[in-house]
């Protein structure tokens, strides 16, 4: 199974709101509700923004949000601050016992 | 605090191994299952492996299926990586990951990372 696909990068200004978006197919996005969001700053280890396509882990501001529909997962992160200027992934459960990652997405805070 | 630390990184040459080894702290491991997953050089993430709490259920990406190997052991509070047959495309930073309470699919608490370079 392929990678899903992301936008190599994205961007915004200050209180602004994105959207990122993570394709994939009807055996892995499309298949299951199981799309999970990780945000990466440099140097440092993933973050667990979204689960379960759309709910917020304890302590992950109410500013990021997913949805699905069909075949494409989106993270929208809104009010855009200078510390969400990250990477982001999209990940889902790809059936098998397997696990698909995005390109991921550079997201720059104007 | 959680916390999860990797070691056993380094330089290796194409066909040989490394072993890694992630120690955790600050929970309950042998209640959780858990996960490797790398990242090589300015890419992108990539699952590796996963292995449940008390190594009944353990799943590999093809990309290691035959040559990496996941295990652990609960009294030790330790997560391994067993890794043969290394290519010059395993070079990456290899995270270890708790999985979620909802889904092994999901990682929600990670390591800082060690850097495995294979090269000759």
């Known amino acids: 199974q392929s990678a899903l696909t992301q936008p190599p990068s994205a961007s915004g200004s200050p209180g602004q709101s994105v959207t990122i978006s993570c394709t994939g197919t009807?055996?892995?996005?499309?298949?299951?509700?199981?799309v999970s969001w990780y945000q990466q700053h440099p140097g440092k280890a993933p973050k667990l923004m979204i689960y379960?396509?759309?709910t917020r882990p304890s302590g992950v501001p109410d500013r990021f949000s997913g949805s699905k529909s069909g075949n494409t997962a989106s993270l929208t992160v809104s009010g855009l601050q200078a510390e969400d200027e990250a990477d982001y992934y999209c990940?889902?459960?790809?059936?098998?016992?397997?696990?698909?990652f995005g390109g991921g997405t550079k997201l720059t805070v104007l | 605090e959680v916390q999860l630390v990797e070691s056993g990184g380094g330089l290796a040459q194409p066909g040989g191994s490394l072993r890694l080894s992630c120690a955790v702290s600050?929970?309950?491991?042998?209640?959780?299952?858990m996960n490797w997953v790398r990242q090589a050089p300015g890419k992108g993430l990539e699952w590796l492996s996963y292995?449940?709490?008390?190594?009944?259920?353990?799943y590999y990406a093809d990309s290691v299926k035959g040559r990496f190997t996941i295990s652990r052991d609960n009294a030790k509070n330790s997560l391994f990586l067993q890794m043969n047959s290394l290519r010059d495309e395993d070079t990456a930073v290899y995270y270890c990951?708790?999985?979620?309470?909802?889904?092994?699919?999901?990682?929600?608490?990670w390591g800082q990372g060690t850097l495995v370079t294979v090269s000759s």
């Open positions: 990951a708790r999985r979620y309470n909802t889904g092994w699919f999901y990682f929600d608490h």
């Open positions: 600050g929970f309950t491991f042998s209640n959780y299952g």
């Open positions: 292995i449940a709490y008390s190594s009944g259920s353990i």
């Open positions: 009807s055996s892995d996005v499309g298949g299951y509700n199981y």
């Open positions: 379960e396509v759309s």
């Open positions: 990940c889902s459960y790809g059936g098998s016992s397997n696990v698909l």
